[in-house]
């Protein structure tokens, strides 16, 4: 005769599982945080597009004043910001352009369009901007221009 323990009974009714129930509140519990949180996460891309938008045209701003410090002038429209990272050719040629450049390379926006560039611009002395996710004049929420006239 087998030897049977008294308490493989007792380990056996301990280790059922989560019964069908306690499953469905679970479940029920995931998608009510679900709707509540995704809405929210899902915003975040756009915002941060924004965000990087405005930090590169900080940057290319700072780069355009170092670029006025050693040379007087800012490059004009026609040498666009690509004066930042290679060389202009065209006049008004850099006396003093620093060796290396004043950036690595000229960024994209995050929406990958050009950084719009006019010098003199229309609100300062340059007007460096973004036309936003649809690439447009004008617009709103993500859709809005974004300008070193906005950035502090």
Known sequence: MPFKSPNTTKVRSADRGFSLIELMVAV???SILAVVI???????PDQARVARARSDIAALSAGLNLYR???AVYPTTEQGLRALSQRPTS???PANWASGGYLDRVPRDPWGNEYQYLSPGVRGSFDLFSYGSDGRPGGTGTNADIGNWQVD
Do not use: A, K, T
Request: charged share 25%; no cysteine; net charge neutral.
């Open 91 to 93: 006049q008004p040629v």
């Open 28 to 30: 029920v519990i995931l």
């Open 69 to 71: 410090l050693d040379n």
């Open 38 to 44: 995704v809405p929210r996460v899902i915003d975040r």
